[in-house]
């Protein structure tokens, strides 16, 4: 019903989305993940299409159910690691807005064990890692702009132990972003609310916590006012 109600912010507009964690595979059966639900990178992806665009949603492992599938709105690609959320999303960076919302893993394992790693190794095995490209910075470096408004609109996701406000604007400007979005909890991960923290070149202010879809919602209303 709110849906019905909101306005079309969005129409003919086609937004990308990566979203929930990556799985970075140590042999078959292990692998490194992180906390990541993927709750609301669905979130913005289900506001988006209520907004009238078309969604292109990426996502890592998880059990949610993709959003308004039945409008026909929204594409999802499934992926496991870094790499492959990496590949997918190069692909598609054709679009008005991206929001990575992605738990990226920022290193993989060098050389995954073909066959399950047994216990009867005399010590447990040293796991070398490599790091795994910046997804976000990536698709920042192929921003154009058109008609004065950048192409796509890049919107970045922080989530900091420490130091939100100042870990989060150093972020924007090195991934050459013009907006990142905090998270400021109170326990974000997995949780149906958060309050957020949007970072943009006017500096910085809070969105009340509210429930992730309602959040979702506001920050498409304010970033298709951008594009
Ligand atoms: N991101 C990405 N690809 C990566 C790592 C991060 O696209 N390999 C994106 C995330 O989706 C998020 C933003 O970059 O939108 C910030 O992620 P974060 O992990 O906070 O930043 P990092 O640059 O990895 O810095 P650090 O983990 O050291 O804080
Ligand atoms: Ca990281």
């Given at each position: 019903l709110i849906a019905f109600?909101?306005?079309k912010s969005?129409?003919?507009?086609r937004v990308l989305i990566t979203a929930g964690p990556t799985f970075e595979a140590i042999d078959p059966v292990r692998g490194i993940t992180n906390r990541s639900s993927g709750k609301m990178g669905f979130a913005i992806a289900r506001a988006a299409v209520e907004a009238g665009a078309e969604v292109h949603l990426i996502t890592g492992p998880?059990?949610?159910?993709?959003?308004?599938?039945a409008t026909g709105k929204i594409t999802r690609t499934n992926v496991v690691s870094a790499k492959e959320m990496h590949a997918a999303t190069m692909q598609s960076t054709d679009c008005d807005i991206f929001f990575a919302v992605a738990a990226v893993a920022d290193w993989g394992i060098a050389k995954p064990a073909k066959d399950k790693i047994k216990r009867q190794v005399r010590q447990a095995p040293d796991l070398e890692f490599v790091a795994n490209l910046d997804i976000l910075a990536d698709?920042?470096?192929?921003?154009k702009t058109k008609g004065g408004k950048l192409h796509p609109y890049c919107v970045g996701f922080a989530a900091e132990s420490t130091d939100?406000?100042?870990?989060?604007?150093?972020?924007?400007?090195?991934?050459?972003?013009?907006?990142i979005v905090g998270n400021i909890g109170p326990d974000t991960f997995g949780s149906d609310l958060n309050q957020l923290l949007i970072v943009d070149e006017s500096g910085?202010?809070?969105?009340?916590?509210?429930?992730?879809?309602?959040?979702?919602?506001?920050?498409?209303?304010?970033?298709?006012?951008?594009i």
């Open positions: 109600f909101q306005k969005l129409l003919g507009k998880c059990d949610l159910t993709t959003p308004l599938a698709v920042a470096k192929t921003v939100l406000q100042k870990h989060a604007e150093e972020k924007r400007k090195r991934k050459g972003i013009p907006m910085s202010k809070k969105m009340a916590q509210a429930e992730k879809l309602q959040l979702a919602r506001q920050l498409i209303q304010l970033v298709a006012k951008k």
